[in-house]
C-alpha cells in the first residue's frame, strides 16, 4: 500500500513559518501534520527561510532530496528587500536550498547550491523531475531575466546526475503574452505534463504537454475548460500526485482570503492526458497552514518511521 509524504512550509508573519515541515496520509485524502506542527528542518544559511519546495527520491542512490527557494520574507521583506517584491524578484537569491537523506528522517544540514548567475532575479519555486530519455534529473524553476530587463518570469532548467554537479541553466518555457512561474513536471505513458501558473491571459494555471521533459510544451485546451469556473489570481503553486486507484489529484494552493480560508484545494482527474479535473473539496481534508509544498508517495514503513520519530 502506498502512503504519502507533504512537504510545504507555513505562511506566518514569524521566522518558524519559512522553514520544513511535513505531513503524512495514508490514502492522499486525509493529513496530518507531523511534529506537532512544528518544523522538521531549519535552514540557517542563505536568508535563513526556505519556501516553496519540491521533493524527489533519486532512484540511482536511494536518497532523498528536498529542494527550496531561498527566501525569508520574516527576515528580508523588512530589511534587505524593504517592503518590495520587485527588490526580491531582482536581487533575490541567486541559490536554491537542498536538504539530502538516506531515510526521511535524517537528514544533512542545509546546503545552498548557487544555479543563477547575476542576470538572473530570484530563483523561485523548484520542483524536479527524472528525465528517463537522458538517465538524469531536471530541476527547473522560474525566475526574471536581464534579458527582458527583469519582465514577465520564464521557467530554467538545470540537468544534474548526483544533485551536486549542475549544467548551466536554460530556458524550458516562456509564455508570450505573459510570465510564468510554478511549474511542475509528471510523466503519464511516456509524455510529460507541465502544470503552472500563468501570470495574466487567463491568470490561472495551465497544463502543456509535451514528448520531452525539456519541451516543446503545448497547451492542454481541456484542462483550460475545466478550470472555467476556477476564480482568476487566487490560485497558485500546482502539485500533483498519482493515488492508489491511479487517479491523479492536482493540488491548487489557494491564497484569495487572509488567514485560515486559505489552503490546498483538491481536484481528479482520471488521468493526465484527458486534462478533465474535477473539484473535490468534500473528499479531502488538510490542516490549515500546508502551503507551496510537494507531495511524495512513500512506503508504509516510510510512512510509520516519518510519523514515530523524535524530531528535535
Known amino acids: 500500500m502506498q502512503t504519502y509524504l507533504f512537504v510545504h512550509f507555513r505562511e ?76 526580491i524578484g531582482r536581487n533575490g537569491s541567486k541559490c536554491l536550498a537542498l536538504w539530502e537523506s538516506d531515510n526521511l528522517t535524517d537528514w544533512t544540514e542545509q546546503r545552498l547550491v548557487r544555479l543563477g548567475n547575476e542576470d538572473f532575479g530570484c530563483l523561485w519555486a ?14 527547473h524553476w522560474s525566475s526574471s531575466h536581464c534579458a527582458n530587463g527583469y519582465g514577465p518570469k520564464g521557467i530554467y532548467y538545470s540537468r544534474t546526475k548526483d544533485f551536486r554537479s549542475f549544467t548551466e541553466p536554460k530556458v524550458l518555457y516562456r509564455k ?39 519541451g516543446p510544451y503545448e497547451r492542454v485546451e481541456s484542462f483550460d475548460r475545466s478550470m472555467e469556473t476556477v476564480e482568476s489570481g487566487l490560485y497558485e503553486a500546482p502539485t500533483a500526485v498519482r493515488l492508489e486507484d491511479g487517479k491523479w489529484c492536482l493540488f491548487l494552493d489557494y491564497y484569495g482570503v487572509p488567514g485560515e480560508g486559505q489552503g490546498y484545494v483538491p481536484f481528479v482527474a482520471e488521468s493526465l492526458k484527458s486534462g478533465e479535473f474535477v473539484r473535490a473539496d468534500r473528499a479531502f481534508s488538510f490542516p490549515y497552514g500546508f502551503k507551496h509544498g510537494t507531495i511524495l508517495t512513500i512506503t508504509i514503513e516510510e510512512y510509520e518511521r516519518i510519523k514515530g520519530h523524535s524530531w528535535r
Open 12 to 87: 506566518k508573519a514569524t521566522p518558524d513559518g519559512e522553514q520544513v515541515y511535513f505531513g503524512l496520509s495514508r490514502d492522499g485524502c486525509h493529513w496530518e501534520a507531523v511534529n506537532g506542527g512544528a518544523p522538521v528542518l531549519w535552514a540557517y544559511y542563505g536568508d535563513k527561510g526556505v519556501r516553496d519546495f519540491t521533493i524527489i527520491r533519486c532512484e540511482e542512490n536511494g536518497k532523498f532530496y528536498i529542494i527550496a527557494t531561498d527566501l525569508s520574507l520574516a527576515y528580508g521583506m523588512r530589511n534587505q528587500y524593504r517592503h518590495s517584491w520587485d527588490e
Open 126 to 139: 523548484p520542483d524536479v523531475i527524472c528525465d528517463r530519455e537522458q538517465g538524469d534529473y531536471v530541476l
Open 176 to 214: 508570450y503574452d505573459s510570465g510564468v512561474i510554478d511549474s511542475a513536471i509528471y510523466e503519464e505513458d511516456g509524455r510529460y505534463y507541465l502544470f503552472v501558473k500563468s501570470e495574466a491571459n487567463p491568470a490561472k494555471i495551465i497544463l502543456l504537454a509535451a514528448d520531452h521533459v525539456t
